[in-house]
Nanobody
């Protein structure tokens, strides 16, 4: 299972970034793909997830209404469009493969089955 995140960078508060996760066909065929993040000195936080079957999505409460996850199976890529960014969104973002997306906010996104190297997102105030 190959997963490679890209698209991070420095952006001002209120700005936007789009992260990309290049995934292997095997990952897209058999796993839900999601994003989690980890800020310095903080615990990992599940951010969003999209299933492979019907494309149902999950968002953490902290990003609902601001982030949108999507997948393009023809390009073997999952995207995370991040709008209205806040300084608290600053973190290393990882894309990961899951057996399934969380069904509710009480479900955890951890552990992930696989994950790749992260991409750093820095939101300046």
């Amino acid at each position: 299972v190959q997963l490679q995140a890209s698209g991070g960078g420095l952006v001002q508060t209120g700005g936007s970034l789009r992260l990309s996760c290049a995934a292997s066909q095997f990952a897209l065929d058999y796993y839900a793909i999601g994003w989690f993040r980890q800020a310095p000195g903080k615990e990992r936080e599940g951010v969003s997830c999209i299933s492979g079957s019907v494309g149902s999505t999950y968002y953490a409460e902290s990003v609902k209404g601001r982030f949108t996850i999507s997948r393009d199976n023809r390009k073997y890529t999952v995207y995370l469009q991040m709008n209205s960014l806040k300084p608290e969104d600053t973190a290393v973002y990882y894309c990961a493969a899951y057996a399934a997306c969380p069904a509710s906010d009480t479900d955890s996104m951890f552990p992930a089955a696989y994950w790749g190297k992260g991409t750093l997102v820095t939101v300046s105030s």
